[in-house]
Structure formats: C-alpha cells, structure tokens
C-alpha cells in the first residue's frame, strides 16, 4: 500500500490542466493548437491528455475552447469575468 505522501509526490508531478484551461479560455490564444497547449503544459501522451481533460471538465478540449469563445462573444466578458461581477452583485443584493 502506497503513504499518502507518495500519492501527494505523485500528483505534484502531474502536468498543469490549469494552465491548459486558462490557454484555452484566453482569445487571445485562439490561434493556438490544443496539441501545443497540451505539450506546453508538460503532457506527453494526448490520451492521458484528453482522458484527464474531459473528467475534469465534462468536456473535450475543442467544446472547452468552443463554449468560452461563445460565451465571450455574446456577453462580452470572459465566464471569470463573469462570476466576479455576478458574486459581487449578489453580495451587494443588486441585479
């Protein structure tokens, strides 16, 4: 059976999904390959990449890039963008 610290080990050398979220989510790296985001980040095999990518997000890494580009194009801000004023419109108890 394997300690909890080399689990904790394991898991720090797993390559960066956050990165590869905020790359993708960014327009300004639209022109960007998924590939090279993926390998930027420190994957090495695209189907740990993809497998990993869609448990955490439900999505693939093409619908990911797709719905956030969608959405910033309707509303004009990012879904950050967007939470931030929503939860701080809902502190304020304004709409």
């Known amino acids: 059976m394997k300690k909890n610290s080399d689990i ?11 990165s590869v979220l905020d790359t993708l ?9 998924i590939t ?3 390998f930027d980040a420190g994957y090495i095999d695209l189907k740990q990449f ?6 955490a997000t439900d999505m693939c890494p093409m619908e990911y890039r797709a719905f956030h580009t969608q959405f910033q194009r309707v509303t004009g801000m990012t879904v950050d963008e967007y939470k931030q004023k929503r939860n701080g419109n809902g502190q304020n108890g304004s709409v």
Do not use: C, G, M
């Open 8 to 18: 904790d080990s394991w898991e720090e050398l797993e390559p960066d999904l956050e």
């Open 50 to 55: 993809n497998r990993r990518f869609r448990k």
């Open 25 to 33: 989510s960014d327009p300004d790296q639209a022109d960007k390959r």
């Open 36 to 38: 090279d985001i993926a």
